[in-house]
DNA sequence: ATCTATTTTTAGGTTAATCTAAATTTTTTT
DNA sequence: AAAAAAATTTAGATTAACCTAAAAATAGAT
């Protein structure tokens, strides 16, 4: 039995709402995050349930089963693939490739995405720093940290983003902030909490909180 | 109101039954195509014609309108240059690629179309030798004939293939018969209706009526 | 500990795409 | 021009994925 694209989506969704603790996700959470009803949610849920996707029991929120991890993850590798292929191969810019990746995730074939994989050399992130699981469905989630916990002084290297949004891409494209980029906090703002950066030893800027929490980096 | 997965199904075989002349195609067939009952195609009819993509009269069969035939050409332009895609840059098999592409041809993304086609080089013909409708939707159907049709002693151009299916283009991989290779008749047999044919001046061998009369050729 | 507010589930419907069986229309044959 | 056969449509159901409104369960606040 072959998963539909919306079970496909509310797998993917659980395994991100429910983070590498596992955490047991609610009704309404999912109902937030896939724009329906929470009464849909809970008809879904018994379908997924009832396929062995995910542990379920009433209100006490859902966790994927291995099964279910396994899928999720699947999804998530094909999406991210596609995003590289999108901004790599076909010259699309990070903040356009995420609604496309949205419906290609969901090509089935173990063998397109295996190519795929291939053409574009084993790519380990995906164009907004994210992981790529391996064909074998490990997922190791680097441990960057956010912006905001760095220190005065500190140089760092922006390496993902938390927001995917399109208006927050571009705004960082604006600001010169692309993926690898060296960033030092030469100064935290008492005004307005804004920070004053340096990007890549050239040019200076302010960066709101608001940027700087979206923002994950690594030290060194 | 976009078109569903299934709504440009049908209008993409709706075209490739009516032919070049525009031909009413029957329930029946539709029903045979799609793999559902006449019932079901009746149901979908009704619909299409509401959405103004086809001519239809009850009991007199359908046409596709100028809407229809756009979305039906837009969707095997997608068809098409998804399978390019396949073969020339993950390198599939041109008997492997047909099924996927019968889903990448519904990921709705213009930019994305024009984009991949671009990254292909604008190519004009499929991996089996079919056309590839411009970004205009213009189709033009090259004027090949089918080798049961060429002469003892003809030498003709290999360029396209009528029979898709995988055990089809997998024999002529076998037999070394390639989009493009030259093929000389150098005799019909009167036994089994045969042909002895020559591959690209350099191997003889024996081609059923079945695969002469399921390959397209080009004089000289 | 009880009451209140929130969350979740159940009940009962809708729409798209399918089905079977029966009715109707068209086509073919006598 | 009937009668028979074939094609097509209508009638009435089903399934997946959604909905609203009402009921039930859990959590939070006195
Ligand atoms: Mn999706
Ligand atoms: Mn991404
Ligand atoms: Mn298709
Ligand atoms: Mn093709």
Redesign the pocket.
Known sequence: MQN????E??LKIIHALSGREGLEV??????ES??????????????LAEKGLIH??????VRLTEAGEKVAINVIRKHRLWEVFLVEKLGFGWDEVHDIAEELEHIPSDHLVERLDAFLGHPRFDPHGDPIPDAKGNLTEPDYFILTEAQIGEKVRMMGVLDHAPSFLQHLDRAGITLGCLIEITEINEYDKSASVQINENHTLFISLEVSKNLLVQRR
Chains 1, 2 share one sequence.
Do not use: H
């Open positions: 539909s694209f919306t079970e989506n509310y609610s009704t309404n959470a999912l109902a896939t724009s329906t009803r929470a009464a849909s949610v809970t008809d879904m849920l018994r379908k379920y029991k009433k209100y006490q929120g």
